[in-house]
Nanobody, 118 residues
Framework: QVHLEESGGGLVQAGGSLNLSCTASGSFFRINQMAWFRQEPEKQRELVAEILSGGIADYAESVKGRFTISRDNRKNTVYLQMTTLKPEDTAAYYC????????????WGQGIQVTVSS
């Protein structure tokens, strides 16, 4: 069984920064793609950023230039550096990892709250 542990969320003022991290533990062969999603109440979960095993990253248009995703394969960890935060970034953030496929996420974190005050 694989477990993802997220950390780093919290409350920040608009224009501020937060850094999220997510570490995988348990039994697995390798981690393919890693990603961060977010979800506001009563809205669909949306992809924020993802990073492939080779390091290629992609971002939602709404966060380009403000968020940076990175990974440390030795630590089985994915990071999300968030800067110039806006109130509309307020959401529960979930990390996800693809272990058995290169085009799907089969392990999810429990979610961590990010709140940006205006």
């Amino acid at each position: 069984q694989v477990h993802l542990e997220e950390s780093g969320g919290g409350l920040v003022q608009a224009g501020g920064s937060l850094n999220l991290s997510c570490t995988a533990s348990g039994s697995f062969f390798r981690i393919n793609q890693m990603a961060w999603f977010r979800q506001e109440p009563e809205k669909q979960r949306e992809l924020v950023a993802e990073i492939l095993s080779g390091g290629i990253a992609d971002y939602a248009e709404s966060v380009k230039g403000r968020f940076t995703i990175s990974r440390d394969n030795r630590k089985n960890t994915v990071y999300l550096q968030m800067t110039t935060l806006k109130p509309e970034d307020t959401a529960a953030y979930y990390c996800a990892m693809g272990l058995t496929s290169t085009n799907a996420y089969d392990v999810w974190g429990q979610g961590i709250q990010v709140t940006v005050s205006s």
